[in-house]
């Protein structure tokens, strides 16, 4: 958990959410681990708390694409992945969230 949303990267997130561990992909033989707990701007933690798993993975499509455009053309790929990831977070979530002080 760092100084941005774990789901849009957005700055100074306000909420963390407390997770297990957990392996998020395997490609190419290389694992990628989530570590622990994960932080949420106002916006994310509203569209997880709403249950509204949809929004949450298109909102964080949206700013990944803005952050880097040449993506734009796998943004389909990238819904399922993140989509895919933010599942294994609502799986390993182990607690409500906590506002970040």
Request: net charge negative.
């Amino acid at each position: 958990m760092g100084n941005k949303c774990d789901f849009c990267s957005a700055p100074n997130p306000t909420w963390r959410y407390p997770a297990r561990s957990f392996i998020g992909y395997v490609a190419c033989g290389i694992a990628g681990e989530s570590v622990g707990d994960w932080a949420a701007c106002g916006e994310c933690h509203r569209l997880i708390e709403s249950g509204d798993r949809a929004l949450l993975t298109a909102r964080s499509v949206d700013a990944f694409v803005t952050s880097q455009p040449e993506l734009r053309e796998i943004s389909a790929e990238l819904t399922f992945e993140l989509g895919s990831l933010h599942s294994l977070f609502f799986d390993n979530r182990i607690g409500p969230a906590v506002v970040i002080v």
